[in-house]
């Protein structure tokens, strides 16, 4: 024992404890799924042999592959938007003040501690009165698809997005912008060249929520899918009610590396971000970004 180094108490043991129960409580189940992706054998939970039989099943199947296209096109059409839409959203109640900023203010956080179910019967419920108004208008006959789920992933992520984004803006020194525009920039310069980098980390990061909340989401897909618009997350809940079988293992596996991927990515881009955003403390810096504007 180091001579600087004090004995731990029963205190300090029980809390390691502790932590490696809850670290072996979230990680052993993903162990576990990971590694039974590569069973051999048709019963999910008898180990065999090792083998990529399930992995070759997965890429094969042409209604496997069809349902992730459809994850990520909605997810990455729904993401886009929701982003754009949810970082104006916050900038708007952050920073300015207007009749009804309070009611927004409220409303715009429904689709957050409100149920899923709830959510979706009142999307599926306003879809269909919305088909009934455009068909009447335009004797147009519109049905639920692809569409009516990014609309709807795109309802609930605007507020996760607002949420992160928000915060970030809390935290941001407002004089640094005013020394923009002491420096004859404009809003847009303002807003393009030091609000945007300094929030961009809040931005990242909502923008990951709201891909991981729509690549995994089944409640509200469910409710508002058409046929032959079935995502990932929906089908892979169909073959748990027919029975578990490892091809179950072998997409959650992937799902699983892919939102690792992603995530890895997004903290990468945040930690870009986060080094501009400290360099642009400096009004030296602002007056650079300005004059190259």
């Keep these: 024992m180091n001579e600087g180094t004090a004995p731990k108490g029963p205190v300090e043991r029980l809390l390691g404890l502790n932590a490696w129960v809850v670290y072996l409580f979230f990680y052993a189940p993903i162990v576990l799924l990971m590694v039974f992706s590569f069973n051999d054998n048709d019963n999910v939970g008898i180990w065999t042999e090792p083998s990529f039989r399930w992995y070759g099943a997965m890429f094969g199947d042409q209604r ?5 296209r459809n994850s990520l096109v909605v997810a990455l059409f729904s993401t886009i938007v929701s982003t754009v839409l949810g970082t104006m959203l916050a900038i708007a109640l952050e920073r300015y003040r207007f009749r009804g900023r309070g009611a927004l203010d409220g409303i715009a956080y429904l689709p957050i501690i409100i149920p899923d179910v709830t959510m979706a019967v009142m999307l599926l419920v306003f879809f269909f009165q919305a088909f009934g108004v455009l068909g009447d208008l335009f004797g147009t006959r519109l049905t639920t698809g692809l569409t009516t789920i ?39 310069q303002a807003f393009r060249k030091v609000t945007l980098p300094l929030i961009a980390p809040g931005v990242a990061g909502g923008a990951l929520l709201a891909l ?33 079988t490892p091809l179950i293992n072998a997409v959650s596996t992937v799902m699983l590396v892919a939102s690792m991927i992603l995530v890895g990515i997004s903290l990468g881009f945040q930690r870009g971000a986060e080094a501009r955003a400290q360099r642009l403390a400096d009004p030296e810096a602002i007056l650079e970004e300005i004059s190259d504007g």
Excluded: C, K
Excluded at 64 to 68: E, I
Excluded at 232 to 238: A, I, K, R, T
């Design 64 to 68: 496997v592959m069809g349902a992730l």
């Design 150 to 188: 990014a609309l709807a992933h795109i309802a609930f992520s605007i507020s996760f997005v607002a949420v992160v984004v928000r915060a970030r803006l809390s935290q941001l020194d407002s004089s640094l912008e005013e020394a923009a525009a002491d420096l004859y920039a404009n809003r847009w």
């Design 212 to 244: 991981t909340l729509s690549l995994d989401d089944v409640v509200v897909t469910q409710f508002v899918s058409g046929a032959g618009s079935t995502t990932l997350p929906v089908y892979v809940f169909g073959l748990v009610r027919r029975g578990v």
